[in-house]
């Protein structure tokens, strides 16, 4: 792929004044790369939006209890959340160091950081999951009360597209096994850890706005 | 040229098509109290002042686009350069800005106005309650009820208190104004008022399920001493609304008009709490209502 | 077993009228007359092949078109049922419970399967040549958000014959639409078409700002772009941002109806009013999503048939702007009288009156383009003036209901029918059908007849006055909307009576534009040049249709009409292939990936109505895979030869 075939077939893509005169990293430098980049950072806001109206609703919802359990008794379980909380952080973390990895072309290393980061995002799913079981076991179901339908539906989002990041992370991990750091792989990758950054900070706020919210109040 | 007086016959054809519906009941042109005059005198002032930009507007473009059409040797002028122009342009902002700050002033002031009694009179309270299919009224300082009919005194600011025993439905009566819809677990306050003896219809307005056109109730407006003889009536002669004629009343059906004499004291805020009265802002609603009770102004 | 079976079937299929039975005899004949055509002349691969798997924004474009048309058709027939139900008192045409589901499918096909596809259409035909590009910058993902579109509007109108269908207005408000008073499963074909649907809607919305930030003609500033690309910008914004508000109340409504949750249930501490919020947050800047792009068209039309510059270009995208970032502080106009403050009242209506501002602006730029022109009176100029005209009005009583008071007093009537009906048919139909008409001979090649077209215009727009005047007229009578019937004595028959006939009149307008398509295709005018009406912007500076890779070499743009300058100094685009050498184009490849991912959401969607879980797992499973599979795709574009561009050119006599 020659840019000098880029630059005739598809305008104004390297022509922006931004990216002249400096090397481009890796993920930019394929046509895709900066469409599919700003395209996700767009969608990333769609999804912010999504997120901020299930947080509204719990928001609302929060204390119709309906006579049931509160937020504060639900969530005696502090080292439980917390290690969510904890995981969660390290496994953005170790995307960065994936990143990094990435930027320095080792392919053993970057490979080595994203299944570092999957293993700590199915250990936080495992962990929500067993949370929720305990909930149900308890009686605390989505039925129960406005409130927990609005925790189970804010969390239980969250908690797939942590998911979806999980199996879209190994379906990127086997592709650069397979065809090493190139711009194609470089821009997935760089896209995943956005991706996973995101989750990161929505956490922050569930973690906040939910959790630490309820046992505080 | 023909499609331009066609234009015009048509145009001519539906204003005749108007002055053939005047003789039609216009609830909302012919207000009956005076929260419906309130809105009406709304009404006839944002139809002026958006008319005088809107109808000269809609001219300009015609006559615009027949003095600069197509034609072989036309004497027009013709400027395909010309695009720009700051003072016109600030003119055509400047317009609409006006205008709109003219009908936002008012509306700003009237819709607080709205908040109050229309009048510095003692006011009856009716309490409002939509079912499936039907309407509930309860008299508290009366202790009786009708359903999908209801008698107030004239001359006198009503004030509606508002809930749904039943999915979302909106309460109205066009010739005395206002509308308010009534919502499970809230209640809402709606302030009326009737100038003439009269009886008016009113509507439920928010589609609640099958047999939502069959919502409409009847208002009946009388002098003050009829309607105290007409409460005196409903208490000696009309049976008692118990608990479980309620929950007979409350399932879906399309009934009839009836009366009661009295009904169980804490019927109305049973149904506000069952339906999640807790957690709606009704302490600030019914707050507002003792506030307000008695005009401020 | 028989009786289960034959008591599966009776729940499973709508029963019981005689107008479903024949619409189930009318579906299978035409499916199996599709399925025939398509045997008997072998036609099945190249339906594959050409449109399935397609991912050029030309051919994406005018299946949305196709898609709208037939919604239209739908919605359309919808509306005369309820017109033929109301034009007399008493009348047992239709049954309550019929004439509830028939007000809630015309809604929702009309708003989310009619104007955006029909607004997506114009976007995929025109944007991208607009900008002097090749695609829009995702073709894939613009193929995934037609085939989720279309799936979605299937398993919406499928309710029509299976399950029943939806009953609960297009609103659909809580707590009517909760299971215990609406058990069947027609809400739960609304939930998850528009759901599908809406997915759709927002790859879109993010592809198109990608396109028009990344994809322009070298030379391009944003200020020297096309008007209809400004407003898809803006439409798209507003997209992006309200559409995640419609997947929630959707979604979490869904879990209500499926998993029994509280959301918006009068029990359990729900809150109805959440929904509401959140449907209008999502429903009001829809409107300004639909009607954004028909000002766009408008500018284009108005500029190209006045042949002059659009008038005051800045105050123009300054406008658009202005209306998509109000538009988010509008939302609560649709409940004043919902027992909100007045202080909040007061915000929302003055809000919603600013709006006019900028709208105003608009008409009048639109009238001084004209001025010093030269006006010609073509089919779209006459839709633009029917809009201009319209909307204006539509405008106006738009402000009444702006006022708080007046919606007092006029919320739910038929005034407000009349409203946004003059807004909605008045302002995006007749703005979407302007571009139509405009950009059709790009499209197809050929022009739509003018003669029939003109008797299309007045019947529709005659009828549109005879049919929603009246209904003004209703309001101030105390008619409310979504009454089925009416009792003889509300004196509301002679105008319900005029409003049926102006119906009847609209639906002969749209039959004889369907007569005008079908006789262009065989006798219309040719498009040879590519430029059929004297454009001004770059997609009229290529061949009609355009060749697959839109353009042979990419034009240099210097000043806004880039494609008017390039005439004004006598170039061409044909010069353009003399001067430079012809090089290999880089485009997308075909996938049926789109296609498959899209019918697995659809049979996802479809095990949901009926809660079959087991046929939702295997839809979302089929969905994980395919994604996957997507995932691991690595290379998904090819290079056209540099000596087949120049054939093709050549054979497009540009070379």
Redesign the interface.
């Known amino acids: 792929m020659s840019t000098a075939i880029h630059k005739s077939s598809h305008g104004s893509v390297h022509e922006s004044p931004k990216y002249k005169g400096k090397v481009l990293p890796l993920e930019y430098t394929s046509h895709e790369g900066p469409l599919n980049i700003l395209g996700f950072w767009i969608f990333l806001a769609t999804d912010l939006i999504l997120f901020g109206c299930l947080f509204a609703t719990y928001f609302v919802l929060r204390t119709h209890v309906d006579g049931g359990v509160t937020d504060k008794e639900l969530f005696d379980n502090i080292t439980s959340f917390t290690a969510e909380t904890v995981i969660l952080l390290t496994s953005s973390f170790t995307s960065s160091l994936a990143i990094f990895a990435m930027r320095n072309n080792n392919k053993k290393r970057l490979i080595g950081w994203l299944i570092v980061t999957v293993i700590l995002g199915l250990s936080f799913v495992g962990l929500e999951l067993r949370e929720f079981i305990e909930y149900y076991h308890e009686g605390y179901t989505m039925s129960r009360s406005a409130f927990l339908s609005g925790f189970f539906t804010l969390v239980g989002t969250h908690g797939c597209h942590v998911s979806l990041g999980i199996i879209w992370m190994i379906s990127i991990i086997t592709q650069i096994a397979r065809y090493g750091i190139d711009a194609i792989n470089a821009r997935k990758t760089f896209i995943i850890s956005l991706y996973w950054h995101f989750l990161d900070i929505v956490w922050v706020f569930i973690f906040s706005v939910v959790y630490l919210t309820g046992v505080v109040s | 040229m023909k499609t331009w007086w066609r234009k015009g016959l048509f145009l001519g054809a539906l204003g005749l098509l108007f002055l053939t519906g005047c003789s039609e009941k216009y609830p909302l042109l012919d207000p009956q109290g005076p929260v419906a005059r309130k809105e009406y005198h709304m009404l006839l002032l944002t139809t002026i002042l958006t008319g005088i930009v809107i109808v000269p507007v809609v001219i300009l473009l015609f006559v615009v686009a027949f003095r600069y059409r197509d034609r072989p040797n036309s004497k027009a002028a013709y400027k395909p350069d010309w695009h720009e122009s700051k003072w016109l342009e600030i003119i055509w902002w400047g317009i609409p800005v006006i205008i709109i700050l003219i009908i936002a002033t008012v509306t700003v002031k009237e819709t607080f106005a709205l908040q109050y009694p229309p009048e510095k009179k003692e006011p009856i309270t009716v309490e409002v309650t939509s079912l499936d299919w039907k309407w509930l009224f309860t008299y508290p300082e009366q202790g009786i009820a009708t359903v999908n009919y209801m008698n107030i005194p004239t001359d006198r600011p009503v004030k509606f208190v508002l809930t749904s025993d039943a999915p979302i439905n909106a309460f109205w009566i066009p010739s005395l104004g206002g509308m308010q819809y009534t919502m499970p677990g809230m209640a809402m306050r709606l302030w009326s008022q009737a100038d003439e003896p009269g009886t008016y219809i009113g509507k439920g307005a928010n589609f609640s399920g099958k047999h939502f056109a069959k919502m409409s109730f009847k208002v009946n407006a009388q002098s003050q001493e009829d309607f105290d003889k007409w409460v005196e009536e409903i208490k000696s002669t009309k049976p008692a609304l118990t608990n479980e004629g309620y929950a007979e009343l409350s399932k879906q059906s399309v009934v009839g008009e009836s009366a009661y004499s009295s009904y169980p004291e804490d019927l109305y805020m049973n149904i506000l709490m069952k339906n999640g009265g807790e957690y709606m802002p009704n302490h600030w609603m019914m707050m507002e209502n003792q506030k307000t009770a008695q005009p401020t102004k | 077993m028989l009786d289960r079976l034959k008591e599966f079937a009776s729940n499973f299929f709508v029963t019981g009228e005689p107008m479903i039975y024949m619409s189930d005899v009318a579906i299978v004949l035409v499916s199996l007359a599709i399925i025939f055509t398509l045997t008997y002349f072998k036609k099945w691969k190249w339906l594959w092949r050409e449109w399935i798997t397609t991912v050029d924004h030309k051919r994406i474009g005018i299946m949305y078109l196709i898609s709208a048309l037939l919604m239209l058709f739908r919605g359309g027939v919808d509306a005369l049922l309820m017109r033929t139900q109301l034009a007399l008192p008493n009348q047992h045409f239709l049954d309550?419970?019929h004439y509830?589901e028939i007000f809630t499918t015309h809604g929702t096909i009309m708003i989310l399967f009619m104007a955006m596809p029909f607004i997506f259409a114009l976007f995929n035909i025109a944007v991208p040549l607009q900008?002097?590009?090749?695609d829009v910058?995702?073709p894939y993902?613009n193929a995934i958000s037609f085939w989720m579109f279309f799936f979605g509007a299937l398993l919406f109108n499928l309710s029509f014959v299976i399950g029943g269908s939806p009953?609960?207005?297009w609103m659909s408000?809580?707590?009517?639409t909760e299971l215990p008073?609406?058990p069947g499963p027609g809400e739960n074909f609304y939930l998850l078409g528009l759901q599908i649907s809406g997915i759709g809607s927002?790859a879109t919305?993010?592809?198109f700002?990608?396109t028009i930030?990344?994809?322009?003609?070298?030379g391009?500033k944003l200020m020297k772009m096309p008007l209809f690309c400004w407003s898809v910008l803006a439409s798209c914004i507003v997209i992006?941002?309200a559409?995640?508000?419609l997947?929630?109340?959707l979604?979490?409504l869904m879990?209500?109806r499926m998993?029994?949750?509280?959301?918006f249930?009068?029990?359990?501490?729900?809150?109805?009013?959440?929904y509401i919020n959140?449907f209008w947050?999502w429903g009001h800047p829809e409107v300004y999503i639909v009607i954004l792009p028909a000002f766009g068209i408008l500018s284009e039309v108005v500029a190209t048939f006045?042949?002059?510059?659009?008038?005051?270009?800045a105050?123009m995208v300054a406008s658009l702007m202005v209306i998509s970032i109000v538009s988010y502080l509008v939302w609560a106009h649709h409940?004043f009288?919902?027992?909100a403050?007045?202080g909040v009242?007061?915000f929302f209506?003055?809000a919603s009156?600013?709006i006019?501002?900028p709208t105003?602006?608009k008409?009048?730029?639109?009238?001084?383009?004209?001025?010093?022109?030269?006006?010609?009176?073509t089919l779209p100029?006459y839709w633009t003036?029917a809009m201009?005209?319209c909307f204006?009005?539509g405008?106006?009583t738009g402000?009444?209901l702006?006022?708080?008071?007046?919606d007092?007093?006029?919320?739910?009537?038929y005034f407000l029918i009349a409203h946004f009906h003059q807004t909605l048919i008045g302002g995006v139909v007749f703005g979407l059908l302007a571009g139509l008409y405009y950009w059709w001979p790009k499209m197809f090649g050929f022009k739509l007849n003018e003669r029939l077209g003109?008797w299309a215009f007045?019947f529709f727009n005659?009828g549109f006055?005879?049919c929603f005047?009246?209904q003004y007229?209703l309001?101030?009578?105390?008619m409310?909307?979504?009454?089925?019937?009416?009792p003889a004595d509300?004196?509301?028959t002679?105008?319900n009576f005029?409003s049926t006939i102006g119906a009847y009149m609209m639906g002969v307008g749209f039959i004889f534009m369907v007569v005008q398509i079908l006789y262009s295709i065989k006798y219309g005018e040719r498009d040879l040049t590519g430029d059929p009406w004297d454009g001004r912007t770059l997609e009229w500076s290529v061949p009609s249709p355009a060749p697959e890779y839109n353009f042979a070499?990419?034009p240099e743009v210097e000043e806004r009409d880039a494609w008017w300058e390039m005439k004004q100094k006598g170039q061409s685009l044909v010069q353009l292939n003399h001067q430079k050498p012809f090089?290999?184009?880089?485009m997308p490849n075909n996938s049926g990936r789109p296609f498959i991912m899209s019918l697995f959401f659809f049979i996802a969607g479809f095990g949901l109505v009926f809660n079959w879980w087991w046929m939702g797992a295997v839809g979302l499973l089929g969905v994980?895979v395919t994604m996957?599979l997507r995932?691991?795709e690595?290379h998904d574009s090819h290079?056209i030869p540099a000596e087949e561009v120049q054939r093709s050119e050549a054979a497009l006599g540009r070379f």
């Open positions: 309550a419970q509830n900008l002097g590009a090749r910058a995702f993902l009953d609960g207005g408000y809580p707590p009517l008073t609406d927002i919305g993010i592809n700002i990608v930030l990344k994809m322009r003609a070298p391009m992006i941002f559409f995640p508000a997947t929630i109340a979604l979490l879990i209500d998993a029994g949750a509280h959301f249930t009068m029990t359990g501490g729900g809150n109805p009013m959440m959140l947050v006045s042949r002059k510059k659009i008038f005051g270009y105050s409940y009288v919902m027992g403050s007045a009242n007061s209506g003055v009156m600013i006019g501002i105003g602006v008409i009048f730029n639109w009238i001084f383009t004209m001025f010093r022109g030269r006006v010609r009176m100029i003036m201009i005209t204006a009005f405008g106006m402000i009444m702006a006022a708080v008071p007046i007092y007093q006029v919320h739910n009537s003109k007045w005659i006055y005879v005047m009246p007229a309001g101030f009578m105390g409310t909307r979504r009454v089925y019937t009416y509300a004196g509301w002679s105008m005029t070499h990419i090089e290999p184009i880089h994980a996957v995932s691991q690595r290079y």
